[in-house]
């Protein structure tokens, strides 16, 4: 079974500067999706990246960017100019691309980055 | 557009109740699903349907049930509560096609008391 590891419980960071969240995840399989969602104080969870591991570029999406290496299993998450608005619970998520079995409808999570914003 | 729907937003139950948490997508999505969230534990998969009449279950689906009747609908029945249901509830939606990303509700906190 796949696992995702975020081995930071609490990161802070100054309003402005850069950030990187980590993540780690298991998996023996060669092509699947993995996605960071952001979850405010108001619970909802916003997607704001995702990778397709055939890809070998980064995804990037404004401040948000990834560097995604996939013999490490690793797939880090950076957000640049941080804002007060960044502050929230980020999950790191997997999801298999293997259509057989049903593995492809479960999106695995990490326990969650809490990460706070100081103006 | 309003995306995913739940309802309600709180509910308070006590041991032994019975109760149906709601969710409907306006967005033609086949694949349906419920996850629960815990303090430490991230979310984990409790069922999922990927059309009408086609439901299965997930990581940690004892003590619920779900049917899909249509498309647009999947609610998620508790029909005994325990204490150990205690949680936030998230009803999420997606397009089948390979890369599509989950579309979450705004989530349901129960308390079982």
């Known amino acids: 079974a796949q696992t995702v590891t975020q081995s930071q419980p609490e990161m802070s960071v100054q309003e402005a500067e850069t950030v990187t969240l980590s993540c780690t995840y298991d998996?023996?399989?060669?092509?699947?999706?993995l996605f960071w969602y952001k979850q405010p104080p108001s619970r909802q969870m916003i997607l704001v990246i995702r990778q397709e591991a055939y890809k070998q570029q980064n995804a990037t999406e404004n401040r948000f960017s990834v560097n995604f290496q996939k013999a490490a299993k690793s797939f880090s998450l950076k957000i640049s100019d941080s804002q007060l608005g960044d502050a929230a619970m980020y999950f790191c998520?997997?999801?298999?691309?293997?259509?057989?079995?049903?593995?492809?409808?479960?999106?695995?999570f990490g326990k969650g980055t809490l990460l706070t914003v100081n103006p | 557009n309003a995306g995913v729907t739940q309802t309600p937003k709180f509910q308070v139950l006590k041991t032994g109740q019975s109760m149906t948490l709601q969710c409907a997508q306006d967005m033609n999505h086949e694949y349906m699903s419920w996850y629960r969230q815990d303090p430490g534990m991230g979310l984990r998969l409790i069922h999922y349907?990927?059309?009408?009449?086609?439901?299965d279950q997930g990581e940690v689906p004892n003590g619920y049930n779900v049917s899909r009747s249509t498309t647009e609908d999947f609610p998620l029945r508790l029909l005994s509560a325990a204490p150990s249901q205690t949680s936030v509830y998230f009803c999420a939606s997606r397009r089948q096609r390979d890369n599509s990303p989950l579309h979450f509700g705004n989530g349901t906190r129960l308390t079982v008391t």
């Open positions: 349907s990927v059309g009408a009449g086609i439901t």
């Open positions: 998520a997997y999801r298999s691309a293997d259509g057989s079995g049903g593995s492809n409808y479960k999106l695995t």
């Open positions: 998996t023996s399989e060669s092509d699947y999706y």
